[in-house]
Nanobody, 123 residues
Framework: QVQLVESGGGLVQPGGSLRLSCAAS????????IGWFRQTPGKEREGVSC????????YYADSVKGRFTISRDNAKRTVYLRMNSLKPEDTAVYYC????????????????WGQGTQVTVSS
């Protein structure tokens, strides 16, 4: 069955960096979309960065453009999110998710989710 396991979260000071990892299994990573989402208490889950199903192109939320980079290692079946210049407003639980041909990097379009990893940006 589909499994997504995130790791790499933690506490970091503003301006610092973290790299999240998502180990994927149980589905064809070549044809499924996969991406990163985040959620804070009382807010909807938002798409941070995603790989498209169709052509592997990438999407970034405006709030993270230029600071976050999504990448993948298909041989290791792992997707990464490199987060630089972190801000307190990046504090959230970060989730990895996958779906077959979702209509955009939208949480409601994704079917399978990892358990999440907490990222806290604070001095």
């Amino acid at each position: 069955q589909v499994q997504l396991v995130e790791s790499g979260g933690g506490l970091v000071q503003p301006g610092g960096s973290l790299r999240l990892s998502c180990a994927a299994s149980g589905f064809n990573l070549d044809i499924y979309a996969i991406g990163w989402f985040r959620q804070t208490p009382g807010k909807e889950r938002e798409g941070v960065s995603c790989f498209s199903s169709s052509d592997g192109s990438t999407y970034y939320a405006d709030s993270v453009k230029g600071r976050f980079t999504i990448s993948r290692d298909n041989a290791k079946r792992t997707v990464y999110l490199r987060m630089n210049s972190l801000k307190p407003e990046d504090t959230a639980v970060y989730y990895c998710a996958t779906a077959y041909w979702p209509r955009g990097c939208l949480a409601g379009e994704y079917d399978y989710w990892g358990q999440g990893t907490q990222v806290t940006v604070s001095s």
